[in-house]
T-cell receptor, first 114, second 121 residues
């Protein structure tokens, strides 16, 4: 079955510390991969995406993610977290066939300590 | 970039009444829109795919008669929760694809609205 796993439900980091959010997927073939961020009561904002090519992708707000095919992972990283990064982060996959039916992970809630 | 607008952001209604939520694509035409439901502290679950000019495609387990979807134009899809009950209370989010890839996000990326929180008393 197709699925996305975000093993960490909650993560707390200090401001200025580095961050890594994990995402693993189970899919028949390499899908399109996304990271979205959701602030409380808000919709989702795209942080970055991977379609093909360079496996290290850069996104907005200083985030990057690395696609590792052998591990079926697409982990999100940021070298120095800011207090404004506190939010819910969702990893998602979508088929490359063009149906755009995203499958979302359960999300990781990030708390940033001052 | 591409923007999707949802209205209303918040709605409170009495049990048994119907509520309509609008989803609009701004500055681009969306032949396909998607409606998601998000329970507190949970992920997004796809409810249905809204197709302009044709019937919506519902995911398994989603009641078609409960959640009416209409995609009457290339920029507007509506979700009507009919005869709402407290268990329908949730956060509803729509999304749309910019098929022409006019914006930097590209044609293969969904843009999400800010969501509509429904509370049924």
């Amino acid at each position: 079955a197709q699925s996305v796993t975000q093993p960490d439900i909650h993560i707390t980091v200090s401001e200025g510390a580095s961050l890594e959010l994990r995402c693993n997927y189970s899919y028949g073939a390499t899908p399109y991969l996304f990271w979205y961020v959701q602030s409380p009561g808000q919709g989702l904002q795209l942080l970055l995406k991977y379609f093909s090519g360079d496996t290290l992708v850069q996104g907005i707000k200083g985030f990057e993610a690395e696609f590792k095919r052998s591990q079926s992972s697409f982990n999100l990283r940021k070298p120095s977290v800011h207090w404004s990064d506190a939010a819910e982060y969702f990893c998602a996959v979508a088929p490359t066939s063009g149906t755009y039916k995203y499958i979302f992970g359960t999300g990781t809630r990030l708390k940033v300590l001052a | 970039g591409a923007v999707v607008s949802q209205h209303p952001s918040w709605v409170i209604c009495k049990s048994g009444t119907s509520v309509k939520i609008e989803c609009r694509s701004l500055d681009f035409q969306a032949t396909t829109m998607f409606w998601y439901r998000q329970f507190p502290k949970q992920s997004l679950m796809l409810m249905a795919t809204s197709n302009e000019g044709s019937k919506a495609t519902y995911e398994q387990g989603v009641e078609k008669d409960k959640f009416l979807i209409n995609h009457a134009s290339l920029t507007l899809s509506t979700l009507t929760v009919t005869s709402a009950h407290p268990e329908d209370s949730s956060f509803y989010i729509c999304s749309a694809r910019d098929p022409e890839g006019v914006f930097a996000s590209g044609a293969n990326v969904l843009t999400f609205g800010a969501g509509s929180r429904l509370t049924v008393l």
